[in-house]
T-cell receptor, first 109, second 111 residues
């Protein structure tokens, strides 16, 4: 079967660092994506990992371990505008995306 | 809107009515997708298309039909709307192997 797990909710303080974990079991693996979705808006692409290791993009970094079926999204220097849902998605062997249910992050002052 | 325009943005239907959701892209991408998003369920793929004139079923295709007569447009049809189809519908486009980019969504309520 196909299964992607991520925490439902997380809270953090402005200026802090937060790590959002994602574990997956899918039929084949052709890359892992992270999307950000503000309430009432469309998902927007954040990062993509296909090889093991860390990808850094400004305040956001994403890590992948294919052998462990594990990824995390790291957000540094949190800002209020980072309050959103973060979606983990795996591209399977047929090139379709399988999405997790998302992690709702609330950033407090 | 990432070059993906969805119309309408909101709609209320009665059970049994039919309607078509339109998705238009301005990037000439081969791949287009229709998803629905429900609370606690994440995004689920309804149908997708890998090129003009081709469509394929996703995870939750029942009750929906699609057409891709022109490369720029991907239509999602509800033949006989049911309350279970109340959802937010997102269209996305992509090139092969590249990230998908989403439209702003259509909020559909079926009474």
């Amino acid at each position: 079967g196909q299964n992607i797990d991520q925490p439902t909710e997380m809270t953090a303080t402005e200026g802090a660092i937060v790590q959002i974990n994602c574990t997956y079991q899918t039929s084949g693996f052709n890359g892992l994506f992270w999307y950000q979705q503000h309430a009432g808006e469309a998902p927007t692409f954040l990062s993509y990992n296909v090889l093991d290791g860390l990808e850094e993009k400004g305040r956001f970094s994403s890590f992948l371990s294919r052998s462990k079926g594990y990824s995390y999204l790291l957000l540094k220097e949190l800002q209020m505008k980072d309050s959103a849902s973060y979606l983990c998605a795996v591209r399977d062997r047929t090139d379709k995306l399988i999405f997790g249910t998302g992690t709702r992050l609330q950033v407090f002052p | 809107n990432a070059g993906v325009t969805q119309t309408p943005k909101f709609r209320v239907l009665k059970t049994g009515q039919s309607m078509t959701l339109l998705c238009a892209q301005d990037m000439n991408h081969e791949y287009m997708y229709w998803y629905r998003q429900d609370p606690g369920m994440g995004l689920r793929l309804i149908h997708y298309s890998v090129g003009e004139g081709t469509t394929a079923k996703g995870e939750v295709p029942d009750g929906y039909n699609v057409s891709r007569l022109k490369k720029q447009n991907f239509l999602l049809g509800l033949e006989s709307a049911a309350p279970s189809q109340t959802s937010v519908y997102f269209c996305a486009r992509s090139l092969y192997g590249q990230p998908q980019h989403f439209g702003d969504g259509t909020r559909l309520s079926i009474l």
